[in-house]
């Protein structure tokens, strides 16, 4: 088997990385505000690793852990702020942009040397050594890029702290940013001792009962225009009360809309308690959601995005965003 390796543009990054890691002994890891798979399991599986070569590694997540990711060896580790004041090395992993790192940004941009492991690209590249290929699926295929770099081998915790980044973040080597090396790196992960098992179990079949009856309702409520491009439904402040489920539980949601044959858009709509609904577009390549957001002062991707749209009722606040996707030529 192959064994994945940076593509030489980027091998003198690695390279630039491995050298301050091995020159430091005190390094903090920190990642985005509200962690997901990828952002726990790049941290994890880097801090396990380091800790294996001898190094001092503090982890912080200014969320803590959520209870989906608390079977990740090493969670119980992970710290909300720094204990202490100083690191000769803070790296950012997954973290989109440096402020998302929320109380810990100045503690990781306050190091005499500042690594950046991302894949995503947009505006907030920070530090003096860059590891950043928006090509990723994940920040868990460049850790392991790192680790192949830095000459640690694989043990089965690192192993599955890797691939729940790569599961979470490629919804189990489904979404489009899924790449042959994406692939490869999940086999020597597989072959490491990574136990997909588990990262199903935990991540994917963990979802609260409140959650899935809210699933339920959104799908018996859901609308579709006449051809079936547009799909959508609208949550209202009585489905939560009824299901007992939170705004947070409506991940799946959105998915479960696109999922629907034919459908090209799908808006997920959600009275909130404070007025307006908030809205997530997702559609397929061709169409351009962040222009619909953006109309109602919202953002984000072309293919998701989001927005809150002020309306007294659901019909009205749908109305208007099916209004201004005809506008597009969608309907
Ligand atoms: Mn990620």
Same mark, same amino acid.
């Given at each position: 088997?192959?064994?994945?390796?940076?593509?030489?543009?980027?091998?003198?990054?690695?390279?630039?990385?491995?050298?301050?890691?091995q020159g430091?002994?005190r390094?903090?890891?920190?990642?985005h &505000?509200?962690?997901?798979?990828?952002?726990?399991?790049?941290?994890?599986?880097?801090?396990?690793?380091?800790?294996?070569?001898?190094?001092?590694?503090?982890?912080?997540?200014?969320?803590?852990?959520?209870?989906?990711?608390?079977?990740?060896?090493?969670?119980?580790?992970?710290?909300?702020?720094?204990?202490?004041?100083?690191?000769? /090395?803070?790296?950012?992993?997954?973290?989109?942009?440096?402020?998302?790192?929320?109380?810990?940004?100045?503690?990781?941009?306050?190091?005499?040397? &500042? =690594?950046? =492991?991302?894949?995503? &690209?947009?505006?907030?590249?920070?530090?003096?050594?860059?590891? &950043?290929?928006?090509?990723r699926a994940?920040?868990c295929?460049?850790?392991?890029?790192?680790l192949?770099?830095?000459?640690?081998?694989?043990?089965?915790?690192?192993?599955?702290?890797?691939?729940?980044?790569?599961?979470?973040?490629?919804g189990?080597?489904?979404?489009?940013?899924?790449?042959a090396?994406?692939?490869?790196?999940g086999?020597?992960?597989?072959?490491?001792?990574?136990?997909?098992?588990?990262?199903?179990?935990?991540?994917?079949?963990?979802?609260?009962?409140?959650?899935?009856? /809210?699933?339920?309702?959104?799908?018996?409520?859901?609308?579709?225009?006449?051809?079936?491009?547009?799909?959508?439904?609208?949550?209202?402040?009585?489905?939560?009360?009824?299901?007992?489920?939170?705004?947070?539980?409506?991940?799946?949601?959105?998915?479960?809309?696109?999922?629907?044959?034919?459908?090209?858009?799908?808006?997920?709509?959600?009275?909130?308690?404070?007025?307006?609904?908030?809205?997530?577009?997702?559609?397929?390549?061709?169409?351009?959601?962040?222009?619909?957001?953006?109309?109602?002062?919202?953002?984000?991707?072309?293919?998701?995005?989001?927005?809150?749209?002020?309306?007294?009722?659901?019909?009205?606040?749908?109305?208007?965003? /099916?209004?201004?996707?005809?506008?597009?030529?969608?309907?």
């Open positions: 088997m192959t064994t994945p390796t940076p593509s030489d543009d980027h091998l003198a990054d690695f390279k630039a990385a491995a050298t301050a890691i430091a002994e390094i903090a890891l920190a990642c &505000v509200n962690p997901d798979g990828d952002a726990l399991g790049s941290m994890l599986g880097l801090a396990i690793a380091l800790r294996s070569i001898g190094k001092h590694v503090d982890i912080l997540s200014a969320d803590g852990v959520p209870e989906t990711m608390k079977f990740l060896p090493g969670s119980a580790s992970v710290l909300r702020t720094s204990p202490i004041a100083t690191y000769d /090395l803070g790296i950012g992993m997954d973290a989109g942009d440096a402020k998302r790192m929320g109380p810990n940004t100045d503690t990781i941009l306050g190091c005499p040397i &500042v =690594i950046d =492991i991302d894949h995503h &690209v947009t505006s907030g590249v920070f530090g003096n050594i860059r590891i &950043v290929d928006g090509h994940s920040t295929e460049l850790v392991y890029d790192l192949v770099v830095l000459g640690i081998p694989l043990n089965p915790e690192i192993a599955q702290c890797l691939m729940c980044g790569i599961y979470t973040d490629t189990g080597f489904r979404y489009p940013a899924t790449t090396g994406t692939f490869q790196i086999a020597a992960l597989r072959a490491a001792g990574a136990n997909a098992d588990a990262i199903v179990a935990n991540v994917f079949e963990n979802r609260t009962e409140t959650a899935q009856r /809210l699933l339920g309702r959104a799908l018996v409520q859901m609308g579709r225009s006449d051809g079936g491009a547009i799909v959508w439904s609208v949550i209202t402040l009585s489905d939560f009360a009824a299901t007992g489920a939170l705004d947070s539980e409506t991940d799946g949601v959105s998915h479960a809309l696109r999922s629907v044959r034919g459908a090209k858009v799908a808006i997920l709509m959600r009275e909130q308690a404070s007025g307006g609904f908030r809205t997530s577009l997702r559609c397929s390549e061709g169409i351009d959601v962040s222009k619909v957001a953006a109309k109602f002062g919202g953002g984000g991707h072309r293919l998701a995005s989001g927005c809150t749209v002020p309306a007294a009722t659901g019909d009205e606040a749908l109305r208007q965003v /099916l209004d201004v996707l005809a506008e597009a030529g969608v309907h």
